[in-house]
């Protein structure tokens, strides 16, 4: 019978990797119910738990799972747990021309305001009863504006293939800091299988994230998360997927700066042309002009990731 997994980690870890001690074994089909620090090592009570830097909670270790393989993880629950996050100040330079970089205001705001020797950080208030999120911006009381809150996680993916310890910073096949907004609460995330056990970590969560991450964050904060795995023998994935009720996604998942927004285009479009031919049906030429008639393109990280959406009316 499955099983439910309640688990809270008391080491954090900043990597994907297989070397780590497995905080808890699941088997398919289990439930893991467990906690995420925010970006800066913060839990829901303030509480300094890790070094800044995307701390993942994990290693899930999923019996059955080879190489080879694939899982899916539902969330069952992505909640908010505390009345406060945080933001940068000032979108990133890469976000804007040029021309116009020097005429940007500057990123020095208060120092100390969110976090020790940082100067660049806006705070924000989260109403967990009314589920709205509003910057903290004193200075200008008439512009502050308030947002229905989108939880996400920035952060799920498995130890990659090989000795490849990537950081919780990049992206990449195996998953990592995706930073996608439509990993949320009832979204399902397709990840390929590395390593015996896949060595499956989620962290990062976001109370809400405009499309592309142009602040190079979102709304950073602790997570409470509930999730299901699920296990497919033989089905090897070449990139991470996310089914919503909606949608199917390809991802093309890079890391930012490595190469172009087109070869994350490139990447998600290929994925999908092969999802819907192998798991659809499709033949080669409904399958492209399926893309080419209902296809949604997401930026998903500015100078990093595209993802690609097909709406699941049109797969029957």
């Known amino acids: 019978m499955p099983q439910t997994h309640e688990i809270v980690a008391t080491t954090y870890y900043r990597t994907f990797s297989k070397s780590y001690p497995v905080l808890a074994t699941v088997a398919p089909g289990d439930t893991v119910i467990t906690k995420t620090l925010d970006s800066g090592g913060q839990d829901l009570h303030g509480e300094h738990l890790h070094e800044t830097g995307n701390?993942?909670?994990?290693?899930?270790?999923?019996?059955?799972?080879?190489?080879?393989?694939?899982?899916?993880?539902?969330?069952?629950?992505?909640?908010?747990?505390?009345?406060?996050?945080?933001?940068?100040?000032?979108?990133?330079?890469?976000?804007?021309?040029?021309?116009?970089?020097?005429?940007?205001?500057?990123?020095?705001?208060?120092?100390?305001?969110?976090?020790?020797?940082?100067?660049?950080?806006?705070?924000?208030?989260?109403?967990?009863?009314?589920n709205v999120v509003s910057a903290r911006y004193p200075e200008s009381p008439g512009q502050v504006r308030e947002f229905a809150a989108q939880p996400m996680l920035g952060c799920i993916g498995v130890a990659p293939e090989g000795d490849f310890t990537p950081t919780s910073g990049p992206s990449g096949s195996y998953g990592g800091n995706i930073d996608y907004n439509m990993i949320r609460e009832g979204s399902v995330v397709h990840l390929p299988?590395?390593?015996?056990?896949?060595?499956?970590?989620?962290?990062?969560?976001?109370?809400?994230?405009?499309?592309?991450?142009?602040?190079?964050?979102?709304?950073?904060?602790?997570?409470?998360?509930e999730f299901v795995v699920t296990l497919h023998k033989g089905r090897a994935l070449t990139m991470p997927r996310v089914e919503t009720d909606d949608y199917i996604i390809s991802l093309g998942s890079q890391p930012e700066f490595a190469s172009s927004l087109n070869r994350g285009l490139q990447l998600a479009t290929t994925d999908m042309v092969k999802w819907l031919a192998a798991d659809y049906g499709f033949?080669?030429?409904?399958?492209?002009?399926?893309?080419?008639?209902?296809?949604?393109?997401?930026?998903?990280?500015?100078?990093?990731?595209m993802a690609l959406r097909i709406p699941k009316e049109h797969l029957g």
């Open 55 to 130: 701390p993942l909670t994990g290693p899930f270790y999923v019996e059955g799972a080879e190489p080879g393989d694939s899982i899916s993880v539902e969330l069952k629950k992505v909640r908010l747990n505390r009345d406060w996050g945080y933001t940068s100040v000032r979108l990133g330079l890469v976000a804007l021309t040029p021309e116009h970089v020097a005429e940007v205001f500057s990123d020095d705001y208060k120092m100390d305001l969110v976090r020790k020797d940082r100067s660049d950080l806006l705070p924000w208030d989260i109403d967990l009863d009314r």
């Open 193 to 225: 299988v590395s390593q015996s056990g896949a060595y499956l970590y989620v962290g990062d969560g976001h109370a809400l994230q405009g499309d592309g991450e142009p602040l190079g964050n979102g709304i950073e904060t602790s997570m409470d998360v």
């Open 283 to 305: 033949e080669d030429w409904a399958a492209h002009t399926l893309v080419g008639m209902v296809g949604q393109f997401d930026v998903v990280t500015v100078a990093g990731s």
